[in-house]
């Protein structure tokens, strides 16, 4: 179990996957999330659901995103 002090360092706290997807795709786009992350989820058909349902099954994915949201939007 993680400590309170752990938590509030934790640049992802409180920060939901949907708020990540929908700052990504207001700053870059659909098109060019593909571009730069090479996933099926914003090639064919992106939405913010299916990206959601696809992210939470998907780890490696999910921590791809966030290192991107974290590198460009919460600079």
Known sequence: M???TEN???P?????LQQIIEDLEKHFGWEELDKRMKMNC??????IKSTLKF???TEWARE???KL???????
């Open 8 to 10: 509030i360092n934790n």
């Open 12 to 16: 992802m706290h409180g920060i939901k």
């Open 42 to 47: 914003f090639a064919s058909d992106p939405s």
């Open 64 to 66: 791809k995103v966030e």
């Open 55 to 57: 992210l939470r099954k």
């Open 2 to 4: 993680q400590s309170m």
């Open 69 to 75: 949201w974290l590198r460009e939007i919460k600079k």
